[in-house]
């Protein structure tokens, strides 16, 4: 739960001085399918989509957060 509570910059700065490979890419999709519903998958994907260049991807991930998930 403290996880799903970190703001989307969170990933950013935890991804700064990573070095993120197109398997650690695909990973991440693959369990952003496996679980739409985990906001994380969302949060981590979108970061390592900005990180790799695929910023449009990285926009619309990032966009559908607030959508999707409320904070309380």
Do not use: W
């Amino acid at each position: 739960k403290k996880l799903q509570a970190l703001p989307l910059q969170a990933f950013h700065v935890l991804l700064r001085d990573v070095k993120v490979t197109p398997e650690m890419v695909k990973r991440c999709e693959i369990a952003f399918k496996a679980n739409p519903g985990y906001r994380i998958s969302y949060d981590m994907l979108s970061a390592l989509y900005a990180k790799t260049g695929e910023k449009r991807k990285a926009e619309v991930l990032a966009g559908l957060i607030p959508k999707l998930f409320v904070r309380k």
